[in-house]
């Protein structure tokens, strides 16, 4: 009877801890999800006053573009695709325009 | 006998002009055709119509920006990939058809019944009845000779337009807008006005990454060289005002030296 007490206990914590994980998985990619878009928006909110920015400021702002699109490069799944590509080319038209806005600061200098 | 053979020529020579002018001159699209672009990603693959979409109804109600920028439709058409599990999942034309915005695009529970609401957009070659007529809807508005017919530019001064310029959850917060300055084309005819070219005019609708650096890639005044020829054939401005925005055709909208 012990025995069979202990087994169930055993069970039913397993249970537990592998929904449990699942749960803090799923939150975790929803999570995770609406931090790269939050970060997609930082990284590309200042596209309408690039000019404005300096020569540092610029690259900052392209090399977040950079480690983003690697984020965004792994959405998979038949809505991660369309995201990736949505976002893929999003992301490319913000960073070419800082790039862009960092070639004629630096010219200028 | 020479009469005869002069006469014989002369036939031959207006049969080949008349032939060679149905060759090469396109036709000008009327008021109502003009911007419209027809998408067939994978439509005729599916067995559907490819899409008609009008320009004129959609820029009354968004900004270029809006549709170029945040929603990611590309400038040039078919060049987008759209596909229906795109539109159904909120993305592209789903973006705003989705049954609250406006009516929904591709959804799974289309079919045979409700076939009609496919034919709304998937209507090349169809004689489908639209839900707005061209000329009820620009009724009243501002005139222009060429492209729409409409002074796009005016109407949203005289408040018959108002652009939407954001849609929450697909737009992003961007700080406020900083015009560069306005600047001068030198034109390459002598005697043809200069081009002062407006930013202002042109970001308002647009931003800066609609044009930059996609469309105009050089970062200094006079760098990139073009020529009529070249606009002609849908390069630099020609990317808009060869389809969508005024035609090429209306010299005086540009080649002005003060801003029009």
Same mark, same amino acid.
């Given at each position: 009877m012990k025995i069979f007490v202990l087994y169930a206990f055993i069970i039913l914590v397993s249970l537990g801890l592998s929904h449990g994980s699942s749960l803090v998985g799923t939150l975790g990619n929803a999570y995770g999800q609406e931090e790269w878009k939050q970060e997609y928006a930082d990284a590309c909110a200042k596209t309408q006053n690039a000019?404005?920015?300096?020569i540092n400021e610029l690259k900052e702002h392209i090399e977040r573009c950079d480690t983003l699109q690697e984020r965004i490069s792994e959405l998979d799944g038949l809505e991660g695709g369309t995201a990736r590509k949505v976002y893929g080319k999003r992301l490319k038209m913000c960073r070419d325009l800082y790039e862009f806005t960092l070639n004629y600061k630096e010219k200028k200098e | 006998m020479k009469k005869t053979f002069f006469l014989a020529g002369l036939f031959v020579l207006i049969i080949g002009i008349a032939f060679a002018q149905t060759g090469v001159k396109k036709r000008r699209p009327l008021p109502f055709e003009y911007g419209r672009v027809v998408i067939d990603n994978y439509s005729k693959r599916y067995r559907l119509a490819p899409v008609v979409f009008d320009h004129w109804l959609h820029r009354a109600k968004f900004t270029c920006r809006l549709c170029h920028?945040? %929603?990611?439709?590309?400038?040039?058409?078919?060049?987008?990939? %759209?596909r229906a599990v795109d539109n159904k999942n909120g993305?592209?034309?789903?973006? #705003?058809?989705?049954?609250?915005?406006?009516f929904s695009s591709c959804?799974?529970?289309?079919?045979e019944k409700n076939f009609g609401t496919c034919t709304i #957009?998937?209507?090349?070659?169809k004689d489908v009845k639209k839900k707005y007529d061209f000329r009820e809807f620009v009724k009243g508005w501002p005139k222009e000779r @060429?492209?729409?017919?409409?002074?796009w530019e005016k109407a949203e001064r005289l408040g018959e337009i108002k652009p939407v310029d954001f849609i929450e959850g697909i737009s992003i917060k961007r700080d406020k807008f900083v015009d560069p300055p306005d600047f001068e084309l030198k034109a390459k005819v002598l005697g043809m006005p200069d081009i002062i070219f407006s930013h202002q005019k042109h970001t308002?609708?647009?931003?800066?990454?609609?044009?930059? =650096?996609?469309?105009?890639?050089? %970062?200094?005044?006079?760098?990139t060289k073009y020529s009529m020829v070249e606009l002609y054939e849908?390069?630099?401005?020609?990317? #808009?005002h060869n389809n969508?925005?005024? =035609? @090429? @055709?209306? #010299?005086?909208r540009c080649h002005t030296e003060n801003i029009q």
């Open positions: 000019m404005l920015l300096t | 920028v945040d %929603i990611g439709f590309a400038m040039k058409a078919n060049e987008t990939d %759209i993305y592209y034309c789903g973006s #705003c058809h989705n049954g609250k915005a406006a959804r799974d529970d289309f079919g #957009c998937h209507s090349e070659g @060429l492209g729409n017919g409409v002074d308002v609708w647009n931003g800066c990454e609609v044009c930059h =650096p996609e469309i105009f890639v050089g %970062i200094k005044k006079g760098m849908g390069k630099y401005c020609g990317v #808009c969508v925005a005024f =035609p @090429l @055709l209306d #010299c005086q």
